[in-house]
């Protein structure tokens, strides 16, 4: 079908504007004679030269982006099929048939399950080919260390399906599916609704649940591969990033907005395939247009090679036959909303409705019964066309490459669900659609096992099981797969890279200043050094970074091409190839990405890496919260450091740059450790401990640690005071007379920049005769996650247990408790279910927008300042 085109199928309306089409005629002539005579690279050359004639003129003309709908792939350019298409085919329809068994035998049993069987349904062939074909396994023996795949989510009941056949998953597995927690009693794993490495931490490697998060990382996976390669940690020549997504998730803005960079970045090792179904959840995804042209426009724009896979093999004829171009004409201008009733209806309406269109396109389908027209394939159910359209993707070179598939949603479903509007929810089948299905796949099955949803599987010994295993023995092996084998790395002691900081002697500085300070130390570390990772969004200098450009470099896949406009300055801005720090510009989606790339190389690449990434700590959660959340489900080891947090310390900014929630939303993520600390000795605890866990006993967690930007004397760090800051919070000081009457005791928890104005409460309180008892609160999620887990353990019937840390705490002071942060007051909240019986509790936040002005102005507006604490004293004493 991908013969070349007739002329004038090229443009139906291009007669009408031809004012001289003999002239015209020459032109044509003349460019397929230097065709034929000096081939397509000559013809190339020519045509740029007269665009860039044209450009030079002004007369206003460029070349389209869109290119005829009809394949990339030449028919006469297809390699021959490697494999055995018979076996391949009745495999596809094997796995077709147990993904919807999984899912409607699951709602069958219990109704509100859900689960998806359209998307695998229209996906199916494009899954097998690269599963036999193209996506390599980690193997040991040739020492791949595996290809990247993300696989799209509702197709995930598919992916169980072949691993069923593969013998890792059972049957009782499969009839587990959603079913998670109760799949356990009855000896079984249950199989997560979506991929996700959290719940499946052998199967799943990436999470792409969340719609625009998949393509997004896939992106930045790929460049962090070349990064390692580049600083020379781990060669990733020979490996891709594949990912199969949707036509409708590329409405995600997350989908889009780092395709430049890929560009930009000549990252050949990364293809997307989108399934253009053409539909959404609800209907079409562009009903009045074409969303395939739409997105050719977006990718090659954007720089992406892009090859459309549209046609199947039958349509071959067809395009050969169509010696006018009524064909290429007639389906370049079908909307998708039509395409897809097309997908919906039998042969004889096609035949009637898309050939009755014109006299020859009625020539075209004589001949053909109904059946036939209605068996006609779009190229994405093709597995001939979609090798070829892959084989050109593997060997591309020096751009990122996008197959943009054509395919029906619910494909084989019949009337039940194929093109069908309601086909994304259809989650139930009658029994005569169920045998149609199987007679539509030609799946060997009885009515019976039809209608009882009965799981096929071959026989060990057939020639399908035995082509499956040895394909993807040929390809490294099964897929998906995570691996988490690695080399744990030593960390330095605290004293090494903090000394300065347990030992301020009352330096005056921000706990950002000492953790960029820390940072340097450790980049500097003979065995941590090279798998730090600094990550900045475009605000390094803002951050006092500018001294690591030199120190490390920004890395650059070209290294440095000029000569920066600072370069006598001792912070001279420098790029380079082996550069190590990560400068993602304003962006904080992509460098949340790039974060989640090196948090994960532990298991995706074996090579354990730390990344350390700074950022506003209102652009952090509150932007690109999903993105963290996805993180975490990957099981993300490194550091998020939110610097100029607080809703008062980031003075004349105002209401869109004040953080006065991160940490409430950090308690809520499992494997996140957030902290708060107010001075740089406790900082350097948390990230020693840190670097501890995550490198050393390689847990899977990660911190969240908030970093202020105001400059305050720096106390040492107390003696034995390392274990509380990890638990959440010590006694950092007792002041005031041990004789106050106990109307004069208070006990003020503080965190962060407020606990310099709880200090300053303290000193007030005990020059009029209070004695006060100060706690460093370091942690309050870590503080509440303590106190529940205690309440878990009573729940459960422990007797003697161990009080939460911070009733322990509590227990050492007297009198009301008052805790002040520069957070909303939901975050010191969430440990009031654990203060001591009898106990008064207050608590004094920062709740509302924040406001442009001076940090005192602010503290005083929210109620957070030394002469508010005390007046809460005060108040609380006069109860």
């Known amino acids: 079908?991908?013969?070349?085109?007739?002329?004038?199928?090229?443009?139906?309306?291009?007669?009408?504007?031809?004012?001289?089409?003999?002239?015209?005629?020459?032109?044509?002539?003349?460019?397929?004679?230097?065709?034929?005579?000096?081939?397509?690279?000559?013809?190339?050359?020519?045509?740029?030269?007269?665009?860039?004639?044209?450009?030079?003129?002004?007369?206003?003309?460029?070349?389209?982006?869109?290119?005829?709908?009809?394949?990339?792939?030449?028919?006469?350019?297809?390699?021959?099929?490697?494999?055995?298409?018979?076996?391949?085919?009745?495999?596809?329809?094997?796995?077709?048939?147990?993904?919807?068994?999984?899912?409607?035998?699951?709602?069958?049993?219990?109704?509100?399950?859900?689960?998806?069987?359209?998307?695998?349904?229209?996906?199916?062939?494009?899954?097998?080919?690269g599963f036999n074909h193209f996506f390599h396994g980690r193997d040991a023996a040739t020492g791949h260390r595996g290809d990247l795949v993300f696989f799209q989510p509702h197709s995930a009941p598919g992916v169980y399906a072949r691993a069923y056949l593969e013998g890792r998953l059972s049957?009782?597995?499969?009839?587990?599916?959603?079913?998670?927690?109760?799949?356990?009693?009855?000896?079984?794993?249950?199989?997560?609704?979506?991929?996700?490495?959290?719940l499946m931490p052998d199967f799943w490697q990436f999470p792409t649940g969340s719609m625009g998060i998949g393509p997004i990382s896939s992106i930045y996976h790929a460049r962090f591969m070349r990064y390692l390669s580049h600083r020379n940690l781990l060669e990733c020549a020979g490996r891709k990033v594949w990912g199969v997504f949707g036509d409708g998730e590329m409405d995600e803005p997350e989908s889009m907005s780092a395709l430049t960079l890929a560009a930009r970045e000549g990252l050949d090792n990364l293809v997307w395939v989108v399934n253009c179904n053409l539909q959404r959840l609800d209907g079409p995804v562009r009903g009045n247009g074409r969303v395939i042209d739409e997105l050719e426009r977006l990718f090659a724009g954007a720089g992406w090679n892009v090859i459309k896979l549209l046609w199947g093999s039958d349509w071959d004829g067809l395009f050969a036959r169509d010696l006018t171009g009524a064909l290429t004409r007639a389906l370049g201008s079908?909307?998708?909303?039509?395409?897809?009733?097309?997908?919906?209806?039998?042969?004889?309406?096609?035949?009637?409705?898309?050939?009755?269109?014109?006299?020859?396109?009625?020539?075209?389908?004589?001949?053909?019964?109904?059946?036939?027209?209605?068996?006609?394939?779009?190229?994405?159910?093709?597995?001939?066309?979609?090798?070829?359209?892959?084989?050109a993707a593997a060997k591309a070179s020096g751009k990122p490459t996008v197959i943009l598939a054509h395919t029906k949603k619910g494909y084989g479903m019949g009337s039940a669900g194929q093109g069908k509007m309601t086909t994304h929810s259809q989650k139930k089948l009658d029994e005569d659609d169920l045998i149609e299905f199987r007679n539509r796949f030609n799946l060997p099955l009885t009515d019976e096992q039809a209608t009882n949803l009965s799981f096929f599987k071959p026989k060990p010994d057939s020639a399908e099981m035995a082509y499956l295993a040895e394909r993807r023995a040929q390809l490294g092996g099964y897929l998906?797969?995570?691996?988490?084998?690695?080399?744990?790395?030593?960390?330095?002691?605290?004293?090494?890279?903090?000394?300065?900081?347990?030992?301020?002697?009352?330096?005056?500085?921000?706990?950002?200043?000492?953790?960029?300070?820390?940072?340097?130390?450790?980049?500097?570390?003979?065995?941590?050094?090279?798998r730090i990772v600094p990550i900045v969004a475009d605000e390094a200098r803002t951050f006092g970074m500018a001294n690591l450009f030199k120190q490390v470099g920004i890395y650059s896949s070209v290294g440095q091409q000029y000569a920066p406009e600072d370069i006598g300055s001792v912070l001279s801005y420098r790029e380079a190839l082996d550069g190590q720090i990560l400068e993602e510009g304003i962006s904080e989606a992509g460098a949340i990405a790039s974060w989640t790339a090196a948090a994960t190389s532990y298991s995706v690449h074996g090579l354990a890496m730390l990344p350390f990434y700074?950022?506003?700590?209102?652009?952090?959660?509150?932007?690109?919260?999903?993105?963290?959340?996805?993180?975490a489900d990957q099981r993300a080891r490194g550091f998020l450091l939110g610097a100029t947090s607080g809703r008062t310390t980031l003075g004349g900014e105002g209401l869109q740059h004040q953080d006065g929630s991160s940490h409430l939303v950090a308690?809520?993520?499992?494997?996140?450790?957030?902290y708060d600390p107010a001075f740089a000795g406790e900082l350097a605890v948390i990230l020693e401990a840190g670097m501890r866990e995550m490198m050393v006993e390689q847990k899977d967690v990660f911190y969240y640690v908030t970093l202020m930007n105001e400059n305050y004397a720096q106390p040492d760090l107390p003696d034995a005071a390392a274990a509380g800051v990890l638990r959440g919070g010590y006694v950092l000081e007792r002041i005031g007379p041990d004789s106050a009457p106990a109307a004069q005791r208070v006990t003020l928890l503080g965190s962060g920049a407020i606990l310099t104005e709880a200090r300053k409460a303290a000193a007030e309180l005990a020059a009029q005769g209070w004695h006060v008892d100060v706690l460093s609160i370091t942690s309050w999620s870590e503080l509440a996650r303590d106190g529940a887990a205690c309440e878990q353990r009573m729940l459960q019937g422990e007797r003697g247990g161990e009080q939460p840390?911070?009733?322990?705490?509590?227990?050492?002071?007297?009198?009301?408790?008052i805790a002040a942060t520069d957070y909303v007051r939901a975050v010191p909240e969430s440990v009031r279910a654990y203060v001591p019986a009898g106990r008064i509790y207050l608590t004094l936040g920062t709740d509302g927008f924040g406001r442009s002005d001076t940090r005192a102005a602010l503290r005083d507006f929210f109620g957070v300042d030394a002469r508010s604490i005390v007046n809460a004293a005060q108040a609380v004493a006069r109860r």
């Not at 740029?48 to 007369?59: F, K, W």
């Not at 070349?63 to 394949?71: G, K």
């Not at 394939?377 to 979609?386: E, P, T, Y």
């Not at 840390?805 to 408790?817: H, M, N, Y």
């Open 805 to 817: 840390w911070i009733a322990q705490l509590l227990l050492q002071t007297s009198g009301p408790v």
């Open 1 to 129: 079908m991908n013969d070349p085109l007739p002329l004038h199928a090229l443009n139906a309306d291009d007669s009408a504007m031809d004012t001289h089409p003999d002239e015209t005629a020459e032109w044509r002539d003349a460019f397929l004679a230097l065709v034929a005579a000096e081939g397509p690279e000559r013809a190339r050359f020519v045509l740029d030269e007269l665009a860039r004639m044209a450009r030079a003129q002004r007369i206003g003309w460029q070349p389209q982006l869109n290119t005829p709908y009809v394949n990339t792939v030449d028919v006469r350019d297809q390699p021959v099929f490697p494999g055995d298409l018979a076996v391949e085919e009745k495999l596809a329809s094997i796995m077709r048939w147990n993904a919807l068994a999984m899912v409607v035998r699951a709602n069958k049993a219990y109704g509100e399950l859900g689960g998806h069987i359209a998307s695998y349904a229209s996906a199916a062939d494009l899954f097998e080919v």
């Open 334 to 391: 079908t909307v998708d909303g039509q395409m897809q009733t097309f997908a919906a209806k039998d042969g004889r309406y096609n035949r009637d409705h898309f050939f009755g269109q014109s006299p020859e396109l009625v020539a075209l389908a004589q001949g053909m019964t109904d059946e036939q027209i209605d068996r006609l394939k779009r190229g994405g159910h093709d597995l001939v066309k979609i090798y070829a359209a892959y084989a």
């Open 171 to 198: 049957e009782a597995d499969l009839d587990h599916y959603r079913q998670e927690i109760s799949a356990g009693a009855q000896g079984a794993r249950g199989l997560s609704s979506y991929p996700h490495p959290w």
């Open 614 to 631: 700074i950022y506003y700590s209102m652009f952090g959660f509150q932007r690109v919260g999903d993105a963290i959340w996805a993180a």
């Open 480 to 530: 998906p797969r995570r691996e988490t084998a690695c080399d744990g790395v030593p960390v330095p002691t605290v004293e090494a890279f903090a000394q300065f900081a347990i030992k301020a002697d009352g330096k005056e500085m921000s706990t950002t200043m000492a953790f960029v300070r820390m940072l340097g130390a450790l980049l500097k570390d003979a065995q941590l050094g090279c």
């Open 667 to 674: 308690a809520t993520i499992p494997n996140c450790k957030a």
